[in-house]
């Protein structure tokens, strides 16, 4: 079945990056994109942004534009995200999902959690 | 892009209807057929229940459907169930080419 795993949870420090992965599996790769959300304890979804291996594209959200990366190794069909320059702010559970369609995305991981802390 | 507004809580007791409102602009709900329902358990990842406004992935129960109206779009839930008491955020593709969510609703069977 179509499963996407992620890496296990990280702890970093104020101003520091951290990179979370998510390696697909069950479907052809370059047929989808890959989108990721986050979410801060007790609050709700936030999209982060977009990156497809078919058209070799990527999509931030203007909040993160200026900070985050989003790659993709086809031959590993595994998807990173980076995010650098942490704050407190930044502590949230990080989900990838297949972009199933352009707002729609089935499945999700299983979610990374960052902590950001002193 | 504004979050996409959803009422903060929903309830209902089981057996009953409820719907739940995403409201946004022309610049995305309205402007475009591109909206999504996700249903999130506590500590769960969420799951896709309704795509392009008004379509059911497989496997997801025929009581979810979804509507839109001008800028907005709307979820329903027929025949209410315990196991439907979760967390329901609407999605929007924009103008600007990217994707907002909605606040969140959570609903709660009564």
């Known amino acids: 079945q179509v499963r996407l795993v992620q890496s296990e949870s990280q702890m970093r420090k104020p101003g520091a990056s951290v990179k979370v992965s998510c390696k697909a599996s069950?479907?052809?790769?370059?047929?989808?994109?890959i989108t990721w959300v986050r979410q801060a304890p007790g609050q709700g979804l936030e999209w982060m942004g977009w990156?497809?291996?078919?058209?070799?594209?990527?999509k931030y959200a203007q909040k993160f534009q200026d900070r985050v990366t989003m790659t993709i190794d086809t031959s590993t069909r595994t998807t990173y995200l980076e995010l650098k320059n942490l704050t407190s702010d930044d502590t949230a559970i990080y989900y990838c999902?297949?972009?199933?369609?352009?707002?729609?995305?089935?499945?999700w991981g299983q979610g990374t959690l960052v902590t950001v802390s002193s | 892009h504004s979050a996409l507004t959803q009422p903060a809580s929903v309830s209902g007791s089981p057996g009953q209807s409820i719907t739940i409102s995403c409201t946004g602009t022309?610049?995305?709900?309205?402007?475009?057929?591109?909206v999504s329902w996700f249903q999130q358990h506590p500590g769960k990842a969420p799951k896709l229940i309704i795509y392009?406004?008004?379509n059911r992935p497989s496997g997801v129960s025929d009581r979810f459907s979804g509507s839109k109206s001008g800028n907005t779009a709307s979820l329903s839930i027929s025949g209410l169930q315990a196991e439907d008491e979760a967390d329901y955020y609407c999605?929007?593709?924009?103008?600007?080419?990217?994707?907002?969510f909605g606040g969140g609703t959570k609903l709660t069977v009564l």
């Open positions: 022309r610049s995305d709900v309205g402007g475009y057929n591109f």
């Open positions: 990156t497809s291996p078919y058209i070799a594209d990527t």
């Open positions: 999605t929007s593709y924009t103008s600007s080419a990217t994707v907002v």
């Open positions: 069950g479907y052809i790769f370059g047929n989808n994109g």
């Open positions: 999902a297949r972009a199933w369609t352009i707002s729609s995305f089935d499945p």
């Open positions: 392009d406004v008004s």
